[in-house]
């Protein structure tokens, strides 16, 4: 079984990096029927659907970049292998620049990423609120803000494969929160 899982996930990786953001329908089953062979990226799979805003190829996208990553990870090492951590550019007293995204990890999952996080923050009320916050109250830009979404929602999605849980947007941000 243990064979068949990381032959499953190798097949799923490469055949995800191929096609580099071309998905086809043609493609998105294949890899589903390849997916459906494992109960557990099945479930896998099921848990990341159950996010406002990932349907089949973003969740097809997301499993072939989070499935190479060692299980022990922390969300924090997640984020920084994603690039979504900050990083402050500070030299001394005279150079202090605003911190910016590192950018420093893997560029597919950050593509994986963001469209999912662009319609999550459009149709899922918990997400949109947590976006205007972010601009309203936070001063930050649309983009910034975007990111910041992709970073919450890859603690998340860390949060459901450790757990074994689908996504509950209301743990994601209240309003409530802003007041504290």
Known sequence: MEKLRAKTQYQLAICYLGFSGLVTPKIVNRLLDLIATDQELQQTLERLISVTGIAHASAIQLLGELLVMPEDMTAKQWVAMAGLDPRAHQSGTSVNKKPRLSKAGNRYLRIAL?????????????????????????????????????????HAIHAMRKNRTPFDSSRFYSPSETAA
Do not use: F, T
Not at 117 to 137: C, F, G, K, T, W
């Open 114 to 154: 963001y469209r999912p996080a662009l319609s999550a923050a459009q149709h899922d009320p918990n997400v949109r609120a947590y976006y205007h916050h972010l601009i309203e109250n936070r001063g930050l830009k649309k983009l910034q803000a975007l990111c910041a979404v992709m970073r919450k929602l890859l």
